[in-house]
């Protein structure tokens, strides 16, 4: 069984692409595994508690979860996760987080997914993706350590994390709140970028469909 997570709205977005794909393949099969849609409070305190009662609930033979990079072009496989958190904006309980993730834990851990092969087969697809050596240090990272330090003792066979670009709608209410007040700004091109989720949920067909094949 594959668990899929998704993150809730944060920082002003009230819809978020990971949530939806989330709730999307929910019940679906990939590879003749069947997947789990699993929804995450934008918060380290839940996050920390959510973890271990999944994985005990589920036992998944897989983990990848999912979220946003506002800006990114592209589709983002994440080779590491790391036991740091530094967050720029507060979580969804207001709450500022800077430090270990897991104090006493290891510093990282590289995912066992075959993330050149899904890079391969995602841009075979016609998506375009790329790797990453960093998670951030926010949500997304924090979320990804805690699976990957709890599977360690378990029989997970692999944890990974993709992150997602904005929806398209998303850029268009963005251009739309830039026109209303003028103190906001558009920092960079990036901040442009968008994909359509149905490239994303082919996105993750086609890298799921991969890392089950070679890590069977």
Not at 99 to 114: H, S
Not at 209 to 215: G, T
Request: hydrophobic share 40%; charged share 20%; glycine share 10%.
């Amino acid at each position: 069984m594959i668990l899929l997570t998704g993150f809730g709205g944060y920082g002003g977005q009230g819809s978020n692409p990971s949530s939806l794909l989330a709730d999307r393949l929910d019940g679906s099969r990939i590879g003749g595994h069947e997947v789990v849609g699993r929804i995450l409070p934008v918060g380290l305190g839940a996050v920390r508690r959510d973890v271990p009662t999944l994985l005990d609930e589920l036992q998944p033979d897989l983990v990848l979860s999912l979220g946003l990079w506002p800006g990114e072009p592209v589709i983002r496989l994440e080779r590491l996760a790391t036991n740091h958190c530094d967050f720029e904006i507060p979580d969804m309980g207001d709450a500022w987080h800077k430090g270990p993730v897991r104090p006493g834990r290891p510093d990282a851990y590289l995912t066992a997914l075959p993330m050149d092969l899904m890079q391969r087969s995602i841009r075979d697809m016609g998506v375009p993706c790329r790797t990453s050596m960093s998670a951030g240090t926010y949500l997304c990272n924090a979320l990804y350590y805690l699976f990957s330090d709890e599977c360690q003792s378990r029989s997970t066979r692999a944890v990974g994390f993709m992150h997602l670009p904005y929806l398209p709608s998303q850029v268009a209410a963005l251009m739309d709140d830039v026109l209303a007040d003028p103190a906001l700004e558009l920092h960079q091109r990036s901040d442009l970028a968008s994909m359509a989720l149905a490239d994303m949920e082919r996105a993750i067909h086609a890298g799921l469909s991969c890392a089950l094949e070679e890590i069977a």
